[in-house]
C-alpha cells in the first residue's frame, strides 16, 4: 500500500474525529423511552457542540497544511437548529407541536362543535320536530269534528206553471261527528306515528354519531401527521448535520465525495418526506375546519388516548343499543303498527253524528238531526292487497334490523382482531426500535472513530431507525382508529369518552 493512500486516510480519519466531536454517538438520550403501555415518551432535543473546534483540532494535527487552513472559515453547523425545520420548507417545526390539553376533553370539545355546526343534524332535528306534529295530528283523530257549511242561493219555485216562490235563499248547515268506535285504527295510527319519530329521533343521535365518529377520526389523523412530522423534521436535522459534517471532510478530502453526495442525497428524502406529511396534514386540517370551524385549537397529544381495547362481549351487547340499530327497531314497529291500522280500517266502524239546517229568505225554515250512525265495510276490492302490502313492508323492516344486527356483531369480532394486532405491533415495534437504536449507535461509533463502516451503512442504520419510529406512530395510531369504530357500532364515541 502506497505512503500516498496513508496520508490521505490519515486525513479522512482525523477528519472523522472531528465529526466525533460535532455528533453524539447515536441519540440514546435524545431518542424516545419506551413506556410499559408500547407508547414513546416525546423527544427531547440534544444540543450538539459546534464544529469549529474540531475542525481546529484537524488544522493542529496536519503539521504540512499552511498556516491559513487553521482560520478557515466554517459555515454555521445545523446541528445546534432543534427548533428548525428542514431547509425550504413552507411550515416551521413550531407549527408541530402539541398542546398539553387533556385530549378526551378536546375531543368531545371538537364534537360538541362538529354537532353545533352541522347543517345535517339541524336537518334531522327538524324531521324530529315534524314527526312530533304529526303524533298530536293522529291523536286528534279520537277527538269530535265539527263542520259549518253557508250557502246564498237564487230560487224560482212554480207548480204547473203557476209561480210560488222567487228570491234570494241563505242556507247553513252544520255537522258534528264524534267517532265511538272504529276498531282501534286511530290507536294504531297514532302508534305509528309514535315509532315513526321515535325513529326520527333516533335518526339524529344515528348522524350525530357518525359527525362525532368523523371528527375523532380527523383529530387522531391530525395528531399522527404532527407526531410524524416531528420524526421526519428530526431525521432531516440528523441527515442535515451529516452534510454539515462531510463538507468538512471532504474539503480535506476530496476522495470522500461520493460520501457527502450520499448524505446530501438522504438529506433529501428526508425533506420530501417530511413535506409530503406537512401537506397531508394540511389536508386533514382542511377536513376538520369544515366540521368544527375555522378556528381548529393547537392539537393536543393523542397518542395513548384511546389504546386500550374495550371488552368485545360488553361491545356486543352494546350493539342494541346503538342508535342506528335502535332506528332500524323504530321503523320495524311503525311498520307494524301501520298494517295494524289498515286491518282495523276495514272493520265497521261507529260514529255520533248532529246535522242541522237553517235557511232564510225565501222558504225560511229550521231542522235537524242527530243519532248514532253505523259504517259497515261490505265490498273492498283492494284492501285485501292494502293490508298485505302493509304487512310485508312490516317484515322487511325486521329482517333489515335483524340484518344490521349480525353484520355489525361479525364486524365488532374483525375489528377487535385489527385493534389486537395493531397494538401487538406496536409493542414489537418498541423492541425493535430498542436495538435499531443501539445499531445506528454503534454504526455511527464505528465509522466516525474506528472507520470499521461505510457511510452508507450510517445512512442506512439511520433510516432504519427513523423509519422504525415512523412504524410505531403507525401502529399506536391504526390501534386508535380502530378502536375508535368499535366504540361507535356501540353506545357510541361521545359516551366512551365520557
Excluded at 480535506?252 to 460520501?259: K, M, P, T, Y
Amino acid at each position: 500500500m502506497s505512503s500516498k493512500y496513508f496520508f490521505t486516510h490519515a486525513n479522512w480519519r482525523a477528519g472523522l474525529l472531528a465529526i466525533a466531536a460535532a455528533m453524539p454517538l447515536g441519540q440514546t438520550g435524545a431518542a424516545a423511552a419506551a413506556r410499559a403501555d408500547g407508547a414513546l415518551q416525546p423527544l427531547k432535543p440534544v444540543a450538539m457542540p459546534a464544529s469549529a473546534p474540531a475542525v481546529a483540532s484537524v488544522a493542529r494535527k496536519q503539521a504540512a497544511a499552511p498556516a491559513p487552513a487553521a482560520t478557515t472559515v466554517v459555515p454555521p453547523s445545523r446541528c445546534n437548529e432543534d427548533d428548525a425545520a428542514p431547509a425550504g420548507t413552507g411550515r416551521s417545526a413550531n407549527g408541530l407541536e402539541t398542546s398539553d390539553t387533556d385530549p378526551r376533553a378536546q375531543l368531545l370539545s371538537l364534537m360538541d362543535a362538529a354537532r353545533e355546526r352541522s347543517r345535517t343534524v339541524g336537518a334531522m332535528r327538524l324531521l324530529r320536530e315534524a314527526a312530533d306534529a304529526e303524533i298530536r295530528e293522529a291523536k286528534a283523530g279520537s277527538l269530535p269534528s265539527a263542520s259549518v257549511v253557508g250557502m246564498l242561493n237564487g230560487v224560482d219555485t212554480s207548480v204547473r206553471g203557476i209561480e210560488q216562490t222567487k228570491g234570494a235563499q241563505t242556507r247553513l248547515n252544520l255537522n258534528v261527528i264524534y267517532p265511538l268506535y272504529d276498531a282501534g285504527r286511530v290507536a294504531k295510527l297514532t302508534e305509528w306515528r309514535v315509532a315513526l319519530a321515535e325513529a326520527a329521533r333516533l335518526g339524529q343521535s344515528s348522524v350525530e354519531e357518525q359527525l362525532a365518529l368523523q371528527t375523532v377520526s380527523l383529530a387522531l389523523d391530525r395528531s399522527r401527521y404532527l407526531l410524524v412530522g416531528q420524526i421526519y423534521n428530526q431525521y432531516a436535522r440528523k441527515m442535515a448535520c451529516l452534510v454539515d459534517a462531510l463538507e468538512i471532510i471532504t474539503k480535506a478530502d476530496r476522495g470522500r465525495a461520493s460520501e457527502l453526495v450520499q448524505a446530501q442525497k438522504s438529506l433529501q428524502q428526508a425533506e420530501l418526506a417530511y413535506e409530503q406529511n406537512l401537506t397531508t396534514l394540511r389536508q386533514t386540517e382542511v377536513r376538520m375546519r369544515r366540521l368544527v370551524g375555522d378556528k381548529l385549537p393547537a392539537s393536543a397529544s393523542m397518542s395513548v388516548v384511546l389504546t386500550k381495547l374495550p371488552d368485545l362481549a360488553e361491545l356486543e351487547r352494546d350493539i342494541l343499543d346503538a342508535p342506528d340499530v335502535a332506528q332500524a327497531s323504530a321503523q320495524a314497529q311503525a311498520q307494524r303498527s301501520y298494517a295494524e291500522s289498515v286491518r282495523a280500517g276495514q272493520k265497521p266502524s261507529v260514529n255520533l253524528s248532529v246535522i242541522g239546517a237553517a235557511v232564510g229568505g225565501q222558504g225560511r225554515s229550521t231542522d235537524w238531526a242527530g243519532g248514532v250512525s253505523v259504517n259497515i265495510p261490505l265490498l273492498q276490492p283492494g284492501a285485501d292487497y292494502t293490508l298485505s302490502a302493509a304487512q310485508r313492508r312490516a317484515e322487511a323492516a325486521q329482517l333489515q334490523r335483524d340484518e344490521a344486527i349480525e353484520a355489525k356483531r361479525y364486524r365488532l369480532i374483525e375489528m377487535n382482531d385489527a385493534a389486537a394486532a395493531s397494538l401487538d405491533r406496536a409493542r414489537r415495534v418498541v423492541e425493535i426500535l430498542r436495538n435499531s437504536d443501539r445499531v445506528r449507535a454503534s454504526t455511527l461509533q464505528q465509522w466516525q472513530q474506528l472507520g470499521r463502516r461505510s457511510l452508507f451503512d450510517v445512512m442506512a442504520a439511520e433510516g432504519d431507525y427513523y423509519g422504525m419510529r415512523v412504524a410505531h406512530v403507525s401502529a399506536l395510531y391504526d390501534t386508535q382508529q380502530v378502536v375508535a369504530m368499535m366504540w361507535s357500532m356501540g353506545r357510541g364515541v361521545g359516551a366512551s369518552l365520557r
